[in-house]
């Protein structure tokens, strides 16, 4: 992990002093995650005065590494996506460039259909194959479902409309490749229901092959990156990024533990009320949970509010243990393995295998897995006591990786109402929600709103903050 003034004091709270009503500054920031820090850093190399308010002691959101032992372990995202730009170009802009590392080949992936791990094809794009030698060796799927498949190029076009996950994987690639690739892997990806998750929203580049090509088969039939191949992390974890932003902030622009009680609005801008305090900003940006937006917007705007609330989000619980590697049987060939939950009684929705994915998360002769429960399918998950979800996903995992014995460490990290769900009706919803604020100095960002995965929030908040600038010119 890299040494930084930040890492020393992540946990402490600003010990400034000030009046009230006596500090103007330009743009106000609410939220300290990632797309909150973004917003924090774009201003910064503009030169541009804020204070960024975060409600709980740390800043990054999500973004949570724990070094324990040796070992490496994540407690929210383990990646960002090197198609998407924004964190890597962030990245080398804080002088990490040189510790961001790639997934350790192999980086096949796995679906458990019926208690066994099969594996995904490579090439593909989210689990559907783009070459006919995929397909036809594709086990997961039955013989008539990779007919199926096949026909995809001559599956007609859809309505231009929002439509679910589920939805378009029915209709272009047949009824079984819904339960055994969408539900699972995309599905599991957001901890969402297929059948209410928007394909326009989050996997745009499918919807965009079906308009431009005729066929996603098709589009994709050149894709030769597969996997983990298109993900990058950092040495010491993903809280590296956190550190290397907060090194580059004014110690003096962040408040931790510093929750927004109310904003209203000044004839010349905003009067922000936090802690009984009163501050004045030309500008806000909103880069909190929707619900949380829901909550500050609904005395200026109780449309707006509405329909930020209307977001939902689900709670999702990762599992950390840690193994002598002679008590895990499989060879752990891979990066991990997603549930296919009609073929399986299980709880778990995924397994990642991080000692295998990335090389340094664990001393030799050890290995470390992440376990994962919850989400829209299961909301009660996140209610059981430490000890009941370690020894879930041991009892779990045991017959799938041969497992014996105990963990030598467990970690349990629980992230309540943390997963916005972008259903279909999200981009739609934003719009309008954006629409209603257009001119009035206060900018929503982040994954409550139009942003999916790391990335995005890198680059959302930026340009909220951009724009922001742009209402003082």
Not at 44 to 71: M, N
Not at 109 to 117: D, I, K, S, T
Not at 231 to 255: K, Q, T, W
Not at 426 to 448: D, K, M, P, T, Y
Request: proline share 5%; charged share 20%.
């Amino acid at each position: 992990m890299i040494e930084s003034r930040a890492a020393s004091r992540k946990l402490d709270t600003v010990s400034r002093i000030v009046p009230k009503d006596k500090i103007d500054f330009v743009i106000a920031i609410v939220g300290g995650g990632i797309t909150g820090l973004a917003a924090a850093y774009e201003l910064t190399i503009r030169k541009v005065p804020f204070q960024l308010f975060e409600a709980s002691p740390r800043l990054g959101g999500i973004i949570r590494t724990e070094q324990v032992d040796g070992l490496t372990i994540e407690a929210g995202p383990d990646s960002i996506l090197a198609q998407k730009p924004a964190a890597v170009e962030l990245c080398e802009a804080l002088g990490l460039g040189p510790r961001l590392i790639t997934s350790t080949p192999p980086r096949t992936a796995f679906v458990l259909n019926n208690g066994r791990l099969s594996p995904l094809p490579s090439p593909s794009v989210l689990g559907i194959p783009t070459t006919w030698r995929g397909l036809v060796h594709y086990d997961l799927l039955s013989p008539g479902a990779r007919a199926r498949l096949a026909l995809e190029r001559i599956v007609p076009r859809g309505r231009v409309e929002d439509e679910s996950v589920g939805a378009f994987f029915r209709r272009r690639f047949g009824a079984e490749t819904v339960h055994t690739i969408a539900e699972p892997l995309l599905g599991g990806i957001h901890a969402g229901d297929i059948n209410a998750l928007s394909m326009r929203s989050l996997f745009p580049r499918f919807v965009e092959a079906e308009v431009r090509v005729g066929s996603v088969l098709r589009a994709f039939r050149d894709t030769r990156s597969g996997g983990d191949g298109q993900f990058r992390s950092l040495l010491g974890g993903m809280e590296e990024l956190v550190y290397g932003l907060e090194a580059r902030l004014p110690c003096e622009s962040i408040r931790r533990n510093s929750a927004i009680d109310a904003i209203s609005r000044e004839d010349d801008g905003w009067r922000v009320t936090s802690a009984g305090e009163t501050l004045r900003a030309n500008a806000l940006v909103l880069a909190c949970p929707a619900h949380a937006a829901a909550d500050l917007l609904r005395p200026l705007d109780s449309t707006a509010a509405k329909l930020c609330r209307e977001v939902p989000y689900v709670s999702t619980v990762s599992i950390a243990t840690a193994w002598l590697r002679g008590a895990v049987g499989h060879p752990l060939n891979g990066s991990g393995f997603v549930v296919a939950r009609r073929s399986n009684n299980l709880r778990i929705t995924a397994c990642t295998w991080v000692s295998s994915k990335w090389s340094g998360r664990a001393p030799a002769g050890m290995v470390l897995l992440r376990a994962y429960v919850g989400g829209s399918h299961d909301p009660g998950a996140v209610e059981l006591t430490d000890d009941e979800l370690v020894e879930l996903a041991r009892r779990e995992l045991a017959p799938i990786l041969s497992l014996t014995g105990r963990p030598q460490l467990a970690r349990v990290y629980r992230w309540r109402c943390a997963g916005a769900q972008h259903n279909v009706g999200q981009i739609a919803r934003v719009g309008e929600i954006e629409r209603r604020l257009s001119g009035r100095g206060i900018f929503v960002a982040g994954s409550g709103f139009r942003s999916v995965g790391i990335p995005d929030c890198v680059a959302d908040g930026r340009a909220a903050a951009t724009a922001a600038c742009g209402t003082m010119a």
